[in-house]
């Protein structure tokens, strides 16, 4: 039975507030409403799926900007161009590396680690990770392809000095691919489904080394305004109820979005989204000391892979700020 899905009772709460309080400078448009710029990774799925599910009637505005991944919304957050990212644990450990991070992670999206992959071209003959020694591998540095090819190899008894690394873009990386100038790429998402479609096969996967822990960053000068606060909690409230709305009937619909945006047919769309959400259903949570603690692994990991130079204590950019607003809007 098709469900009623209701605009949130946060919402009353945020038109109160945002009608009296002010965010930082930039944080408010002509008309007094608070706007939130958010960035998004491959394609803007967050803003296609609040459409989708009649949930993008925000009494605020939102800003979607479009990155190639994490780090790069990490940076704009850093630099004052962004006041919200997604991304996975590892973006986050390397924007803060300097020791001065003005961004803290306020909440924990669950996700399907699925679509993170080493791909070997088409006509390769490589068919295992252990067969990457001495080849030149590329991948999408500071992210969870960094983090789960460092993995991988040593899963397989190798080490990173035991293949030629090249950091490179997904779309570099995968002209790189079909070229012959990398023989394997760890990537993620739109970038492996893109590999597969030219003839790339799987050698490894991330699936099992990541934690599927995805993280909703912001910056300190949106987390000093009540009113941004309160916008960003009931827009993640949102995306987390819209989520619901696509497994209670709404899967093949909702394929129809994703594989004219990656375009993927809409079978293998379809696919995709029912075995991710089969192996771990998407879901917004807020911040807990177990995520904090996965988090500290992965920093653990890169600064034993001498990629972080000294150790990283990453509880000093998690808040449980956002934490009441947000369970309150979730519950609603």
């Known amino acids: 039975m098709r469900r009623t899905w209701r605009a949130l009772p946060l919402v ?3 038109i109160a507030v945002l009608s009296s309080c002010g965010g930082p400078a930039g944080a408010e448009d002509g008309g007094g409403t608070v706007t939130l710029r958010v960035g998004a990774t491959g394609w803007k799925r967050e803003e296609a799926l609040l459409k989708f599910a009649h949930l993008d009637d925000t009494p605020y505005q939102v800003r979607w900007s479009l990155f190639q991944g994490g780090d790069k919304q990490l940076e704009a957050v850093r630099a004052g161009a962004l006041d919200v990212a ?13 020791g001065k991070p003005n961004f803290k992670v306020v909440a924990v999206q669950r996700g399907n680690t699925l679509n993170q992959e080493v791909v070997a071209p088409k006509g390769s003959d490589i068919t295992s990770i252990a067969q990457l020694k001495g080849k030149k591998v590329g991948y999408v ?15 397989a008894g190798l080490g990173w000095e035991d293949i030629t690394a090249a950091p490179l873009e997904p ?14 790429f760890a990537g993620y998402g739109n970038a ?8 790339a096969r799987t050698i490894g996967s991330g699936r099992d080394i990541l934690s ?3 993280l909703w960053t912001a910056s300190d000068e949106t987390l000093g305004s009540a009113a941004e606060r309160e916008a960003l909690a009931d827009l993640l409230a949102r995306i987390d109820q819209a989520y619901a709305y696509v497994r209670d009937g709404h899967q093949q619909e ?20 029912e075995e991710g959400e089969a192996q771990r259903r998407t879901e917004v949570q807020t911040v807990t000391a177990k995520a904090t603690a996965s988090e500290q692994t992965v920093a653990d990991s890169f600064q034993e892979l001498g990629a972080l130079k000294q150790p990283l204590k990453v509880s000093a950019f998690w808040t449980d700020r956002l934490n009441s607003p947000l369970r309150k809007a979730l519950s609603s």
């Open 212 to 214: 599927g822990n995805f």
């Open 254 to 273: 909702y394929a129809k979005v994703v594989a004219t945006a990656t375009h993927q047919p809409l079978e293998e769309a379809l696919e995709e989204f």
């Open 141 to 155: 540095k500071n992210t969870t392809a960094h983090y789960f090819l460092y993995e991988l190899l040593k899963q």
């Open 12 to 14: 009353g709460l945020l």
């Open 192 to 199: 492996i489904i893109a590999a597969h479609q030219q003839g």
């Open 86 to 98: 997604s991304s996975s644990e590892i973006p986050p450990v390397f924007a803060a590396a300097d």
């Open 171 to 184: 779309d570099k990386a995968l002209a790189a691919l079909n070229g012959g100038s990398i023989d394997a």
